[in-house]
């Protein structure tokens, strides 16, 4: 079964500019969630969805930073216009509908640097 | 604000002893409690669960003290593969079931 897919796996950029980042999460996973993982802390949930609507985005700097999952399948998160201190790894994680398991099945995350 | 503590380390300990960690949750409406384990540079995955009497997966066990609101993690035999940092999770539940993360407890076993 393919994991979760993140694009680009690495992005460097200058402070004031934008940037977008993609999630394809496992197929059938009802809800997606996007982290944001500073060097040497723990991530730390910025959104969820449940199919393409918001469940929570109460950590999410919505001055700057902007997520949809249109479709309710993959996602894109956005910063706009990124500071010094958006350098992360931006991982998106996802889990099935089911509550059995609550078990998040992250991606490879993209690490982007602000300069 | 919801925080969980974990002590960063690093732990260093010689190959087949015994390590554990702690860690503390401040929600004490929190649901479910993981372990996470995440290697340099990669994603977190999945260690195991922690439930209210206390749960072994082979080298691995993990308690859960809900009145003190703390987990801990033992490993036995400690196996130089073991080398990661290990997270502490807690899930309020609910719709909004976002994993809140501690920072995480570096350990490096050593030959």
């Known amino acids: 079964e393919a994991g979760v897919a993140q694009s680009p796996r690495y992005k460097i950029i200058e402070k004031r500019q934008s940037v977008a980042f993609w999630c394809n999460p496992i197929s059938g996973h009802a809800t997606l969630y996007w982290y944001q993982q500073i060097l040497g802390q723990g991530p730390k949930l910025l959104i969820q969805f449940q199919n393409n609507g918001v469940v929570d985005d109460s950590q999410l700097p919505k001055d700057r930073f902007s997520a949809e999952r249109l479709k309710g399948v993959d996602s894109t998160l956005k910063i706009q216009p990124a500071k010094l201190e958006d350098s992360a790894v931006y991982l998106c994680?996802?889990?099935?509908?089911?509550?059995?398991?609550?078990?998040?099945?992250f991606g490879p995350g993209t690490r982007l640097t602000v300069l | 604000r919801k925080e969980v503590e974990q002590d960063p380390g690093p732990f260093n300990v010689p190959e087949g002893a015994t390590v554990a960690f702690n860690c503390t949750y401040s929600?004490?409406?929190?649901?479910?409690f993981f372990w996470y384990r995440q290697d340099c540079r990669k994603e977190p995955k999945l260690l195991m669960s922690?439930?209210?009497s206390g749960n072994e997966d082979g080298r691995f066990t993990a308690q859960l003290n809900r009145a003190s609101q703390y987990i801990s993690l033992l490993i036995r035999d400690s196996k130089l593969s073991d080398s990661a940092t290990y997270l502490c999770?807690?899930?309020?539940?609910?719709?909004?079931?976002?994993?809140?993360f501690g920072k995480g407890t570096h350990l490096i076993i050593q030959p």
């Open positions: 999770v807690v899930n309020d539940g609910g719709g909004a079931d976002g994993l809140t």
């Open positions: 994680a996802s889990r099935p509908r089911t509550r059995g398991g609550n078990e998040q099945f």
């Open positions: 929600n004490s409406a929190s649901q479910s």
């Open positions: 922690v439930y209210s």
